[in-house]
DNA sequence: AGTTTGACTGGAG
DNA sequence: CCTCCAGCCAAAC
């Protein structure tokens, strides 16, 4: 098998759990700070197989351009109810909720 | 092993 | 703002 494909999965789900409540962050900061900057599309469709039911928010996972998953009408509707608000395109205004990682000193 | 697909991205029209 | 296009890379067929 291939042990990277399952720790990508693994990481990927870690980090999305660490983006806190009000806040989101792209595909691509996601495999970025997973260590693999150039599968973007593989997070999302990691994201899928995990599922809403998960402990893991993937519906604070938004494209680069703050717009929300075109096969998840839901997503949006969640994203409003943690106090994040959309510009009247239906974007996420990623200037101010785009989520920043904690840096060690 | 070749082709198609996709919860992406960025740029062009 | 909207849609289309090309580049991208791994998984699914």
């Given at each position: 098998?291939?042990?990277?494909?399952?720790?990508?999965?693994?990481?990927?789900?870690?980090?999305?759990r660490?983006?806190?409540?009000?806040?989101?962050?792209t595909?691509?900061?996601i495999?970025t700070?997973?260590?693999?900057?150039?599968?973007?599309?593989?997070?999302?469709?990691?994201?899928?197989?995990?599922?809403t039911?998960?402990?893991v928010p993937?519906?604070r996972?938004?494209n680069a351009q703050g717009?929300?998953?075109?096969?998840w009408l839901?997503?949006r509707a969640?994203?409003?109810?943690?106090?994040?608000?959309f510009t009247s395109?239906g974007h996420v205004?990623l200037r101010?909720?785009?989520?920043?990682?904690?840096l060690p000193?």
């Amino acid at each position: 098998m291939k042990p990277e494909s399952v720790e990508f999965a693994r990481v990927v789900a870690e980090i999305v759990r660490e983006v806190p409540e009000g806040k989101v962050a792209t595909y691509g900061d996601i495999a970025t700070l997973a260590g693999f900057p150039t599968h973007a599309r593989l997070v999302g469709k990691i994201l899928g197989s995990i599922g809403t039911a998960s402990s893991v928010p993937c519906h604070r996972i938004v494209n680069a351009q703050g717009r929300t998953a075109p096969h998840w009408l839901e997503q949006r509707a969640l994203l409003l109810s943690e106090g994040i608000e959309f510009t009247s395109s239906g974007h996420v205004d990623l200037r101010r909720y785009r989520w920043v990682p904690p840096l060690p000193e």
